[in-house]
Antibody, heavy 115, light 111 residues
């Protein structure tokens, strides 16, 4: 069974940092691109970032470019999102997802940025 | 970058068929795959269609996806509507830089 399990969410102060992790199982992790998508409270889905299977290529939404870093450890079947210089409008549920043409989703991790 | 425009809401009766549209503002709809995601209240999204018209295993064939080049749009059609289909539906595609684009979502009411 394919599983994506996010962790690392929680409260953070404006200007602070958090690192999300996504543990993957049930498929050949290193062969698949991965994506982070977020959803602010009461709002729609927003693409955040994607990374190729090798980790060589990364892509970011303009709203997070320069502040967030996507990475992966294929030896651990784990995807990461390092979030720095957090702002209130980064408050959202962050979903880990498989592929750029998403075919599987995690359950999400809530990030709350507030002073 | 382009935008994907969906109707804010649609409603239909159980047993009927409903179609949700997703119009691309610029560029060719067929140039990048379109996906459709279902999100029930309080739950994570799930994929009902990927790569324009492919269903993940476990998604019933009541769900189908298509592309219409003449209107530069994609459509999700749900036949034999059930109350459990009531949810928000999002279309999604990406640009030549693999930057993702989501539609604003459509609330489907089955009444």
């Amino acid at each position: 069974e394919m599983l994506l399990l996010e962790s690392g969410g929680g409260p953070a102060q404006p200007g602070g940092s958090l690192r999300l992790s996504c543990a993957a199982s049930g498929f050949t992790f290193s062969s698949e691109a991965m994506t982070w998508v977020r959803q602010a409270p009461g709002k729609g889905l927003q693409w955040v970032s994607s990374i190729s299977g090798s980790g060589y290529s990364t892509f970011y939404a303009d709203s997070v470019k320069g502040r967030f870093t996507i990475s992966r450890d294929n030896s651990k079947n784990t995807l990461y999102l390092q979030m720095n210089s957090l702002r209130a409008d980064d408050t959202a549920i962050y979903y880990c997802a498989k592929r750029i043409v998403i075919d599987h989703w995690g359950q999400g991790a809530l990030v709350t940025v507030s002073s | 970058n382009f935008m994907l425009t969906q109707p804010h809401s649609v409603s239909e009766s159980p047993g009927k068929t409903v179609t949700i549209s997703c119009t691309r503002s610029s560029g060719i709809i067929a140039s990048n795959y379109v996906q459709w995601y279902q999100q029930r209240p309080g739950s994570a999204p799930t994929t009902v269609i990927f790569e324009d018209n492919q269903r993940p295993s476990g998604v019933p064939d009541r769900f189908s996806g298509s592309i219409d080049s003449s209107s530069n749009s994609a459509s999700l059609t749900i036949s034999g509507l059930k109350t459990e289909d009531e949810a928000d539906y999002y279309c999604h595609s990406y640009d030549y830089n693999d930057q993702g684009v989501f539609g604003g979502g459509t609330k489907l009411t089955v009444l």
